[in-house]
């Protein structure tokens, strides 16, 4: 499956009426209203790099590493997309 990499900026989801950030958005060829395409938000140059790698893992298989040393961005995953967050212990998502 083709996936393809637009960079323009927008509002997140979750803000009503918020500001335009920078933002990069990976979507299949096979949805032209982009409804399942995952979202990466950066707030900074070294968040840039970080989205733009995300973004690259995502188009190239569909899933990404989010690493511990990864700061400054936000990610909103599609429904047909995976972002695997590494060095995140059992014990901080699980509900005691």
């Known amino acids: 499956m083709k996936r393809r990499i637009s960079r323009y900026p927008a509002a997140r989801p ?5 500001p ?3 933002h990069i958005q ?9 409804e ?5 938000y950066y707030f900074s140059a070294r968040g840039k790099a970080v ?9 190239a ?3 990404a590493l989010l690493y511990p ?3 400054d961005v936000e990610v909103f995953v599609g429904p047909l997309h995976q972002v695997i967050a590494i060095g995140v212990g059992m014990e901080a998502t699980r509900d005691e």
């Open 14 to 18: 979750c803000d009503v009426d918020g």
């Open 20 to 22: 335009a950030l920078p």
């Open 69 to 71: 040393g990864d700061r």
């Open 51 to 59: 989205a733009e790698r995300i973004a690259r893992e995502i188009a």
């Open 26 to 34: 990976v979507a299949d060829d096979d949805d032209p209203a982009s």
């Open 61 to 63: 298989c569909g899933v």
């Open 36 to 40: 399942t395409a995952t979202d990466i």
